[in-house]
């Protein structure tokens, strides 16, 4: 059935199409190179589709790299930037023809007529009184305007008008009598009065008001620029001449009746539009100068390829939907053949060793850096599991290749990363078994050793802690955080003799004992004193008394450590502890105690003059010299120790 299930994946693995067309260096192609059976066909159907504006920009950049390759895009530039300058001002010229015949403009020329029709209606009404003349109508504008005709032609001819009596009349040219010459002085008055002045100032107001809807003003739709958009932007040309027809009919209305109260239909200016195609223009001017340079012609040929590949990729979107759903059948096929894969409990070994890995230990791990100052060491966890077992291991990240550990990092860095790793596996544990380490702090700095120290005495709630370690100062780190923990641990030591190895003592090395367990082995010692085999000679007599005080003289200076000062200040101590400083009492007696003591001891430490005749003391004497209190009886004063003494230069056996 695998044999089956892998020929029908390959068979249909053969089925994919391939698209030479799209340019590898395309999003599309990207696209179409991560295709599977969890893709979205609705996301490779919006990347084929091109709206308005793109489908636009793909037109337009097609046009400018062509120019830019006839070497003609300078040129297509410039008279582009001239359809955006003419598309601007006439913009600007539809705006202001829409002003004209807005609201307000009708509003000053409807005023403007009431304040003509009612200067000429008092003009009319001032001459009503040359209605009784024969001839009708004098007074009116008409006359008016014969009157000012001989006036100028008067004028010129160097006259007078009125001419008085006895000159003759530019009209007539009769003699003016003086009945004539008086009736035309009357007029001359009419004619001057302020009413008169008014109604032909009203006029000459409104013929102004008049001239901005005057029908010239719309040659404007006989541009060649207006006639050239007809073919290019024939939409956009056919609304500009649908607003001029507009604003020419207002204007007619308007100069029909020019103080009637007009209702004229809202028009709708498509100066804005106009303007906006002017910036599309001046957009393009820059498209085709950036066509010029080279490196943004680049750039653009980059958005040109990404365009067009989204077109032709609408065109093969029926071979991509079948071959993703060709990906959906062929993962379905690989899930059953995963399925029946021999090595399902190691695949399953590695599933959990992943999620463990990924989720809990990864986590006490990046505790266990933080406690050991390694957060700073870029490493993760890298499980494999092969043959049914897991192995993990800890890899370098952010650098460059694949280095080793220990091609980067320091001695102390690999060993503080080496224990981060452990401690975290001990803390994943779920059972009790016992740890052993070997000098875990080889090469580590103070608080590392601490962290150390303190993290094994903790972890000896849940299981056995061995430590081997040849660091004192490791070893009283662990004693000192197990007192403070209540602990009482074994402390062996394990030893050398020659070529004897594995000795082991039942209790630590002298030296890393505190006092109470000095003076009780000290005390031991006393007590086994005189079932030692006999020294040889005095100078092994002497050898051993001299150990003996050695070892009382570091107990006293231990004393002094830990009950006299209360372990305010001690060696191998990170901290002074200051609150304990209230319970340190220091009295004469004490001090007197101590330096008879450490004088005592220092007879059989430091080097005898040889004219000295110290005597060996005996085994009563050494723990007299071991009890501290004065008046503490000694234990072994009863007894007598066999020992060496001088008599007249030599050795004598007691």
């Known amino acids: 059935m695998r044999a089956d299930l892998s020929r029908d994946m390959k068979t249909l693995t053969l089925e994919a199409p391939s698209f030479p067309e799209l340019k590898s260096d395309t999003a599309v192609r990207a696209v179409l190179g991560t295709l599977g059976a969890g893709t979205k066909l609705e996301d490779v159907r919006s990347l084929a589709t091109l709206d308005e504006a793109q489908r636009g920009r793909l037109t337009e950049l097609r046009a400018v790299l062509a120019s830019a390759e006839a070497r003609s895009a300078r040129a297509d530039a410039e008279a582009v930037r001239q359809d955006a300058r003419q598309a601007e001002a006439l913009a600007t010229e539809l705006r202001e023809l829409g002003r004209r015949v807005a609201e307000p403009a009708r509003e000053k020329l409807r005023q403007q007529a009431e304040r003509t029709a009612s200067a000429e209606a008092a003009a009319e009404l001032a001459a009503q009184e040359f209605s009784n003349l024969r001839i009708g109508g004098v007074g009116g504008e008409p006359w008016r305007q014969l009157w000012h005709a001989a ?107 020019p103080a009637g109260a007009q209702v004229l239909p809202v028009l709708h200016e498509p100066s804005d539009q106009l303007q906006e195609w002017g910036k599309t223009r001046a957009a393009h001017a820059d498209t085709l100068l950036a066509a010029d340079d080279p490196h ?21 979107l029926p071979d991509v939907e079948q071959w993703v759903g060709t990906l959906v059948r062929i993962a379905a096929l690989h899930r059953a053949h995963s399925a029946l894969a021999t090595n399902r409990i190691t695949i399953k070994q590695r599933q959990l060793s992943e999620e463990i890995v ?15 100052d390694c957060s700073h060491i870029p490493v993760a966890l890298h499980p494999h599991t092969q043959v049914g077992e897991t192995q993990v291991a800890l890899r370098l990240t952010a650098t460059q290749g694949t280095p080793k550990v220990s091609e980067i990092l320091s001695e102390g860095e690999q060993r503080a990363l080496s224990l981060s790793f452990f401690l975290a596996e001990v803390a994943m544990s779920e059972g009790d078994g016992g740890i052993i380490v070997d000098d875990p702090v080889s090469s580590l700095d103070d608080e590392r050793r601490d962290y150390i120290a303190k993290r094994l005495v903790a972890e000896t709630a849940h299981r056995q802690v061995v430590v081997f370690t040849h660091d004192l100062p490791f070893l009283l780190d662990l004693m000192d955080r197990a007192e403070q923990a209540g602990l009482h641990p074994l402390v062996q030591g394990v030893w050398r003799l020659g070529t004897e190895v594995g000795r082991v003592d039942d209790h630590p090395p002298f030296k890393a004992m505190k006092l109470k367990p000095r003076i009780g082995l000290l005390d031991q010692e006393v007590a086994r004193w005189h079932k030692q085999e006999s020294p040889r000679d005095f100078d092994e007599a002497w050898r051993r008394v001299c150990d003996f005080y050695a070892r009382l003289r570091t107990t006293w200076e231990r004393g002094v450590e830990e009950r006299l000062f209360k372990g305010v200040v001690a060696r191998f101590q990170r901290e002074v502890k200051t609150q304990a400083l209230s319970d340190i009492v220091v009295t004469p007696e004490m001090v007197t105690l101590v330096r008879e003591g450490m004088t005592r001891c220092s007879m059989f430490v430091h080097d005898e003059p040889p004219g000295a005749n110290t005597r060996l003391p005996d085994r009563a004497r050494l723990a007299q010299d071991l009890v501290v209190h004065p008046g503490n009886p000694c234990p072994y004063a009863s007894r007598v120790l066999p020992v060496y003494v001088h008599l007249n230069g030599r050795a004598v056996w007691l």
Do not use: W
Not at 157 to 180: H, I, K, N, R, Y
Not at 296 to 316: G, I, Q, T
């Open 151 to 257: 006036r100028v032609f008067a004028e010129q001819g160097g006259a007078d008008f009125p001419p008085p009596s006895g000159e003759p009349c530019p009209l007539c040219v009769q003699e003016m009598t003086p009945d004539a010459a008086s009736r035309l002085s009357h007029f001359e008055a009419h004619v001057r009065s302020s009413v008169q002045a008014e109604a032909r100032q009203a006029r000459e107001a409104l013929e102004s008001a008049l001239e901005p809807v005057d029908a010239r003003h719309l040659d404007i739709s006989r541009r060649p620029f207006i006639v050239g958009l007809r073919e290019r932007e024939p939409e956009l040309a056919s609304a500009l001449r649908q607003y001029v027809e507009a604003i020419g009919a207002q204007m007619e209305t308007m100069r029909a009746d």
């Open 296 to 316: 943004r012609e680049k750039e653009l040929r980059a958005e040109l390829a990404e365009l067009d590949a989204r077109e032709k990729l609408a065109a093969r």
């Open 358 to 372: 990924s989720g809990a230990l990864n986590a006490k791990l990046g505790e266990e850096l933080r406690n050991l």
